[in-house]
């Protein structure tokens, strides 16, 4: 199985560009979220899923859009790119509450 | 919105010492879980506690769920440098609506040398 696969591994953005960042898992997972991770600040939620057609907001949602037209598929856009949002990004899936999250690889993305 | 505490941030030491890495939280969780993050790689789960006073054993680790089910904690038999890694703990809340929700610690860099 591939897992949870992130897309891209790298990204390098100017101010004000928009872009989407891919993520899709092949598990048939209810649950899937997005981070971000800052040096010292561990992963912090940004949006989450609880099925398709279902979203909600994380502690730090703001600048980010999310959708789940599919259960396999969970991206997340950034409108109007801003330096502060430099970070490494990264989508996890889990199918059930005492099941931990299976993590993609991450995307690592530069704001300039 | 639960606030996870991992102490200590950093932990260096040598091989074959233990080690013991701590989650706190004023917050009741349904369950908790440990992750290890290497460099460059998403976290891995290391295991899920869901009962309180529950101890679990992976080989040399041993993690702990308070009776309360508040805190957790994650001890480190003769570490090697294997171990090394970020540990991160990480919690649901008890509503079924935040099930979906799992919010992390900062997590704990352990720095085992040789």
């Known amino acids: 199985n591939a897992g949870v696969t992130q897309t891209p591994k790298f990204q390098v953005l100017k101010t004000g560009q928009s872009m989407t960042l891919q993520c899709a898992q092949d598990?048939?997972?209810?649950?899937m979220s997005w981070y971000r991770q800052d040096p010292g600040m561990g992963l912090r939620l940004i949006h989450y899923?609880?099925?398709?057609?279902?979203?909600d907001q994380g502690e730090v949602p703001n600048g980010y859009n999310v959708s789940r037209s599919t259960t396999e598929d969970f991206p997340l856009r950034l409108l109007s790119a801003a330096p502060s949002q430099t970070s490494v990004y990264f989508c996890a899936s889990s199918d059930r509450r005492t099941v931990g999250y299976t993590f993609g690889s991450g995307t690592r993305l530069t704001v300039v | 919105t639960q606030l996870l505490e991992q102490s200590p941030q950093f932990l260096s030491i040598q091989e074959g010492e233990n080690l013991t890495v701590y989650c706190n939280s004023s917050s009741v969780f349904s369950s908790l879980q440990w992750y290890r993050q290497e460099p460059g790689e998403g976290p891995v789960l290391l295991v899920t506690v869901v009962t309180g006073g529950e101890v679990k054993k992976l080989k040399r680790l041993t993690f702990q769920f308070g009776d309360a089910r508040k805190d957790s904690s994650l001890h480190i038999t003769a570490a090697q440098p294997g171990d090394t890694g970020l540990y991160l703990c990480?919690?649901?809340?008890?509503?079924?609506?935040?099930?979906?929700?799992?919010?992390f610690g900062a997590g704990t860099q352990v720095v085992v040398t040789p």
């Open positions: 899923s609880v099925g398709a057609g279902i979203t």
């Open positions: 598990m048939n997972h209810e649950y």
């Open positions: 990480a919690a649901r809340g008890r509503r079924t609506d935040s099930w979906g929700k799992l919010q």
